[in-house]
């Protein structure tokens, strides 16, 4: 009572208030209170100021690496599109559907494609055919199974397996998994487009795995709990539960798998044979248009027919990659909005 006679508390709640209006703001905020609410107002007012300074530096920031990834994508598009105008004017359409490639043929140089991306269409989805199933499993039983010590020792090697350079990759595919495959299927070599499949699914394994097993991890413990709760096994936890939890994820890691096998090079020049003919099997040797371009373009006289047309490969290989990571982009979009 002593307070409410002498005054005090009417002065300590208005400067109870002065203080929540200096912190938040509002409609006295500029009043000056008394005591230390003047100086607590303006270092308030100084570190929101500094912090919108460094949100906009952010945002900034962001927007200009988005701006350059956007740029350094239109040039690369820009430069292999106009240097392959002029193949598309000297070489009718029709003749780049043709299966035979021969452009130093001394009677007609024949520009057809067909063979190289049967070929690179061949060795892409044997390799998805052998990564899929085996990724998913090592994530599966690194997110599910595997005792935390081993998920800690193993998935560090998984991810190792990135790192291995792709001339490497390819010496193994001469060494060891060519004359393993000649000895199975009795063929002269094992220089064909079922040791690239072998190679590059090696390749493309640690990209599947490693997101694979992050979207397993993400899943919300919840569905986890909730499906054993309901008289659920652990593999009908897994399978009809947590993976289709985190199709959004898996699908990303595979199409990421994918790009990565459609585009390496140096693994399928060393291992695959390089044949320019039409390819009826995966025992057949084959040249994928990555390693075509590779192995004609340090040679080929610039501003040839020749010259143009490796351009032109190159674009049409830009073209499938950039429908490739489209198609997962809608499936992703599907995926998403059936989860909200």
Excluded: C
């Excluded at 005090?8 to 703001?25: M, R, T």
């Excluded at 495959?181 to 070599?189: P, R, S």
């Excluded at 694979?212 to 919840?222: G, I, K, N, W, Y």
């Amino acid at each position: 009572m002593r307070w409410f006679r002498k005054g005090k508390w009417k002065a300590s709640s208005s400067l109870a208030f002065d203080l929540i209006e200096a912190y938040w703001g509002g409609e006295h905020g500029d009043k000056p209170g008394p005591g230390e609410a003047r100086p607590l107002q303006s270092s308030l007012l100084k570190r929101k100021k500094l912090s919108r300074r460094k949100e906009s530096a952010i945002k900034s920031f962001f927007f200009a690496n988005s701006l350059l990834a956007v740029i350094v994508l239109i040039g690369i598009f820009g430069i292999l599109l106009a240097t392959a105008i002029p193949a598309f004017r000297e070489i009718p359409l029709a003749e780049f559907a043709q299966k035979t490639w021969d452009p130093t043929s001394p009677e007609k140089p024949v520009y057809g494609l067909l063979s190289m991306i049967v070929s690179t269409l061949m060795v892409t989805v044997g390799a998805l055919v052998i990564a899929i199933p085996v990724g998913l499993g090592v994530a599966a039983y690194l997110s599910d199974v595997a005792h935390w010590r081993v998920r800690e020792i193993v998935k560090p090697i998984v991810e190792i397996l990135a790192g291995i350079p792709s001339v490497v990759t390819g010496f193994l595919g001469i060494v060891l998994f060519g004359p393993i495959i000649a000895k199975l299927f009795h063929t002269g070599n094992g220089l064909n487009a079922a040791n690239g499949s072998f190679l590059l699914a090696i390749m493309s394994l640690p990209t599947i795995i490693s997101i694979s097993e992050d979207s397993l991890t993400a899943v919300p413990s919840a569905y986890s709990e909730a499906s054993p709760a309901l008289g659920g096994s652990r593999w009908q936890t897994l399978v009809r539960v947590k993976i289709p939890a985190a199709l959004s994820g898996i699908i990303a890691s595979i199409m990421l798998g994918m790009g990565r096998a459609i585009g390496e090079t140096m693994t399928v020049l060393m291992a695959t044979g390089n044949a320019r003919s039409f390819p009826h099997g995966f025992l057949d040797s084959v040249r994928t248009m990555t390693a075509n371009i590779a192995i004609e373009l340090g040679e080929v006289p610039y501003y040839t027919t020749h010259y143009y047309a490796l351009f032109a490969v190159g674009l049409i290989l830009f073209i499938m990659t950039f429908i490739v990571n489209l198609i997962a982009d809608v499936i992703l979009n599907k995926y998403q909005q059936r989860e909200l």
